[in-house]
């Protein structure tokens, strides 16, 4: 290993995490869905979260995100307790959170300009009309939109556009982090993957925590620099995808194992996995 390399791994392990939970649990009347879950997303990752359905993972997300409060636990984002009553430091979490739920969750009698601008205007409101437009067109650019899309209302978008759309105004704020809800689902194999190459690229150009739920092996193959699988309540593990794949647990084995996992695993091993065009819906 190179001594850059090293210093490199150095580095990480100082810098705060991006977002550290302890102790987390959530019920919902008598049902537990999670109970003391710890979980560590290190700064410029792509974790994939994964587990079967109930399993809470998008309760994970909205807990995060301060969307619903937890029955117990410590949560803090980029260093912040984002479970903070203070007014400040709230701000601080939602301007440094973007997210991208399933189906975009547009506004549908707002155009795609109109949405992307909706978190400028409610954060920065003495910002210039003119400033938030260029800021919109340039987020509208950067999710793989063409500018034409713009003026278009959701009901006129493909789904893979909406998701687009959906990127665009998670980045309206320039977050650090971004949380994207099963970013895939719906889309076709050539879609999904041009969709998963998108998050990379714009994990790596911004410098991006990324917290993606998803069902989606090939996401996971393809871009998660780890996988953490929630089970029995919380995250049975948090690790690269190969130290995943060998983890002993009923679930993990039938998930990477199973028929499905073995054909993301050699799409990803063979030469021209992925190699569909660079398409733009
Ligand atoms: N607002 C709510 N009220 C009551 N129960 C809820 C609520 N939100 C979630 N739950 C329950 O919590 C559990 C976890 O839900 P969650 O949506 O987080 O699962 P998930 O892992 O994201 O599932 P899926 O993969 O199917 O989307 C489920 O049993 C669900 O019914």
Known sequence: MSAVVVHAMAHQEELPLAIRVRGLTN???DQVVHESLDMD???GEIVGVVGGSGTGKSVLMRAILNLRRPQAGVIEVLGVNALSEDKDARLAVERN???????????SSLTVMENVSVPLKEHYPELPLDIVHDLAMLKIRL?????TAAAK?????????RKRAGIARALALD???LFLDEPTAGLDPIGAAAFDELIRTLQQALG???????HDLDTLYTICDRVAVLADRRVLINAPLAEVETFDHP??????HGPRGRAAQSAQQSPNAHAGPGEKE
Do not use: C, H, K
């Not at 999710?143 to 500018?147: N, R, Y």
């Not at 209302?153 to 556009?161: A, I, K, V």
């Not at 679930?251 to 990477?256: A, G, L, P, R």
């Open 27 to 29: 019920t919902f009347g």
């Open 41 to 43: 997303v290190r700064p």
């Open 97 to 107: 959170t973007g997210v991208l739920y399933q189906n975009g969750a547009l506004f």
């Open 143 to 147: 999710s793989g939109l063409a500018d």
């Open 153 to 161: 209302y959701p009901s006129q978008l493909s789904g893979g556009m």
């Open 175 to 177: 977050p650090a982090l």
């Open 208 to 214: 991006l925590t990324v917290f993606l739920i998803t």
């Open 251 to 256: 679930w993990v084995q039938e998930y990477f």
